[in-house]
């Protein structure tokens, strides 16, 4: 709640330190962990891997924002977190009678479908992050010249796969979702037109 306030407001960095309490909350709880709560899907851990997918999406744009680095990192052993995306179905079909625990009907698309594939969209969002935008690369990195581009023509595939499976269902329920793509691809864009300028007057 104070992260999303302090994004009205005239003191937007205080956001970051602050997401960052909650992500290490998280951690001690277990929350980005696969298997914290068993392979079986239960109400607590599904309420968690919600609030932690929450924080990666506030942490991905914060991060990006700022210039700051992540403090939800999948790449780094320090911020590493192997969590599934959450079950697509709704609330309402968490607890049913029998064995049909979890099971969105047939024919019924979860209004939760939209927010799993905006999710995929910020994996392609925070690739972007680590590859293009990293403080310090690696050798082999900056060694090759062509490394850049490389990494912008893998995110341009991730991001024409991604809107090739936008249907009209996720449209309809967060249109926002194709302005998050345009923005994603700027990002990778711009750190294009970077790396061709700097080999054009290097």
Same mark, same amino acid.
């Given at each position: ?51 932690? %997918? ?39 079909? %968490? ?108």
């Amino acid at each position: 709640m104070p992260v999303m306030f302090l994004q009205s407001t005239s003191s937007p960095g205080l956001r970051w330190p602050i997401l960052g309490l909650g992500v290490r909350f998280a951690r001690i709880v277990g929350a980005h962990r696969r298997n914290f709560f068993g392979p079986t899907p239960t109400i607590a851990g599904e309420l968690w891997k919600r609030a932690f %997918w929450c924080l990666v999406c506030i942490d991905t744009f914060i991060s990006s924002f700022l210039g700051r680095p992540k403090a939800t990192n999948p790449a780094d052993l320090s911020t590493a977190y192997d969590l599934d995306f959450p079950v697509d179905c709704d609330d309402e079909y %968490w607890l049913q009678p029998g064995e049909q625990v979890f099971q969105q009907p047939a024919g019924k698309p979860s209004t939760v479908s939209s927010w799993i594939h905006f999710l995929k969209l910020l994996d392609i969002f925070g690739l972007a992050q680590r590859r293009i935008y990293a403080v310090r690369k690696p050798e082999r990195w900056t060694s090759n010249a062509s490394w850049d581009e490389n990494i912008v023509a893998e995110l341009d595939v991730a991001l024409n796969k991604w809107a090739d499976t936008y249907d009209g269902i996720h449209i309809g329920k967060i249109p926002s979702s194709f302005l998050h793509y345009r923005h994603v691809y700027i990002v990778a864009t711009i750190g294009q037109v970077e790396a061709t300028m700097s080999t054009a007057y290097s």
